[in-house]
Protein backbone atom coordinates (compact mmCIF):
# COMPACT_ATOMS: atom_id res chain seq x y z
CA UNK A 1 0.00 0.00 0.00
CA UNK A 2 1.16 3.47 -1.13
CA UNK A 3 1.48 6.20 2.11
CA UNK A 4 1.65 9.95 0.98
CA UNK A 5 2.71 12.61 3.31
CA UNK A 6 2.33 16.07 3.39
CA UNK A 7 4.62 18.44 5.04
CA UNK A 8 4.83 22.37 4.65
CA UNK A 9 2.14 23.77 6.16
CA UNK A 10 2.40 26.46 8.58
CA UNK A 11 1.22 30.42 9.85
CA UNK A 12 0.89 32.22 6.95
CA UNK A 13 -0.24 36.07 6.46
CA UNK A 14 -2.44 37.31 3.77
CA UNK A 15 -0.71 37.86 0.75
CA UNK A 16 1.87 35.57 1.95
CA UNK A 17 3.72 32.31 0.17
CA UNK A 18 3.99 29.01 1.21
CA UNK A 19 4.87 25.39 -0.42
CA UNK A 20 3.72 22.40 0.47
CA UNK A 21 5.49 18.99 -0.35
CA UNK A 22 3.57 15.86 -0.92
CA UNK A 23 6.50 12.38 -0.86
CA UNK A 24 5.29 8.72 -0.34
CA UNK A 25 6.77 6.15 1.99
CA UNK A 26 10.26 4.96 0.58
CA UNK A 27 8.93 1.40 -0.67
CA UNK A 28 6.56 3.41 -2.84
CA UNK A 29 8.24 6.71 -3.72
CA UNK A 30 7.90 5.92 -7.50
CA UNK A 31 4.60 6.33 -7.46
CA UNK A 32 4.95 9.99 -6.92
CA UNK A 33 6.74 9.88 -10.10
CA UNK A 34 4.53 7.90 -12.05
CA UNK A 35 0.84 8.75 -10.57
CA UNK A 36 -1.39 11.12 -11.15
CA UNK A 37 -1.07 12.98 -8.28
CA UNK A 38 -3.65 15.47 -6.72
CA UNK A 39 -3.46 17.98 -3.75
CA UNK A 40 -7.49 18.98 -2.11
CA UNK A 41 -8.45 21.23 0.61
CA UNK A 42 -10.99 20.83 3.49
CA UNK A 43 -12.26 23.29 5.88
CA UNK A 44 -14.49 22.44 8.82
CA UNK A 45 -17.63 21.81 7.82
CA UNK A 46 -17.17 21.88 3.77
CA UNK A 47 -16.79 19.58 1.50
CA UNK A 48 -13.04 18.41 -0.04
CA UNK A 49 -12.53 20.04 -2.57
CA UNK A 50 -9.46 19.91 -5.39
CA UNK A 51 -6.97 22.62 -5.59
CA UNK A 52 -4.46 21.19 -8.14
CA UNK A 53 -3.79 17.90 -10.51
CA UNK A 54 -1.07 16.18 -11.73
CA UNK A 55 -1.42 13.46 -14.33
CA UNK A 56 0.25 10.99 -15.18
CA UNK A 57 1.58 12.19 -17.87
CA UNK A 58 2.32 16.30 -16.64
CA UNK A 59 -1.11 17.35 -17.55
CA UNK A 60 -1.71 20.04 -15.00
CA UNK A 61 -5.58 21.15 -13.70
CA UNK A 62 -6.14 23.96 -11.24
CA UNK A 63 -9.59 24.57 -9.54
CA UNK A 64 -11.03 28.07 -9.72
CA UNK A 65 -9.69 29.50 -7.06
CA UNK A 66 -6.36 28.16 -7.53
CA UNK A 67 -5.52 29.44 -11.51
CA UNK A 68 -3.22 32.12 -11.39
CA UNK A 69 -2.11 31.93 -7.40
CA UNK A 70 -0.88 28.21 -6.72
CA UNK A 71 1.47 26.02 -9.12
CA UNK A 72 1.46 22.29 -8.47
CA UNK A 73 5.12 20.79 -9.66
CA UNK A 74 6.86 17.54 -9.72
CA UNK A 75 9.87 16.70 -9.13
CA UNK A 76 11.20 13.59 -10.57
CA UNK A 77 14.57 13.57 -8.51
CA UNK A 78 13.09 14.68 -5.28
CA UNK A 79 10.35 12.14 -5.70
CA UNK A 80 7.85 14.84 -4.62
CA UNK A 81 5.11 16.96 -6.07
CA UNK A 82 4.82 20.61 -4.61
CA UNK A 83 2.11 22.94 -4.46
CA UNK A 84 3.17 26.17 -4.50
CA UNK A 85 0.54 28.92 -3.09
CA UNK A 86 0.99 32.74 -3.51
CA UNK A 87 -1.05 35.56 -2.68
CA UNK A 88 -2.80 33.59 0.29
CA UNK A 89 -6.10 34.43 1.08
CA UNK A 90 -8.27 34.25 4.37
CA UNK A 91 -10.26 31.31 2.79
CA UNK A 92 -6.78 29.36 1.95
CA UNK A 93 -6.30 28.64 5.73
CA UNK A 94 -7.45 25.15 6.26
CA UNK A 95 -5.93 21.58 5.69
CA UNK A 96 -4.43 20.43 2.50
CA UNK A 97 -4.01 16.97 1.29
CA UNK A 98 -2.11 14.80 -1.16
CA UNK A 99 -3.92 11.70 -2.83
CA UNK A 100 -2.38 9.55 -5.30
CA UNK A 101 -4.02 7.88 -7.85
CA UNK A 102 -6.96 9.22 -6.41
CA UNK A 103 -7.15 6.32 -3.69
CA UNK A 104 -3.73 6.91 -1.38
CA UNK A 105 -4.08 9.69 0.78
CA UNK A 106 -2.18 11.39 3.45
CA UNK A 107 -2.68 12.59 6.67
CA UNK A 108 -3.15 16.31 5.82
CA UNK A 109 -0.83 19.09 6.54
CA UNK A 110 -2.40 22.62 8.19
CA UNK A 111 -1.97 25.99 6.57
CA UNK A 112 -3.01 28.45 9.65
CA UNK A 113 -3.73 32.01 8.66
CA UNK A 114 -2.37 35.04 11.02
CA UNK A 115 -3.83 38.16 10.68
Known amino acids: QVHVQESGGGLVQPGGSLILSCAAS???????????IGWYRQAPGKQRELVAL???????DYADFAQGRFIISRDNVEKRVYLMMNDLLVEDATVYYC??????WGQGTQVTGSS
Open 54 to 60: VSRLGRH
Open 26 to 36: EASESIVSDAA
Open 99 to 104: VASGID
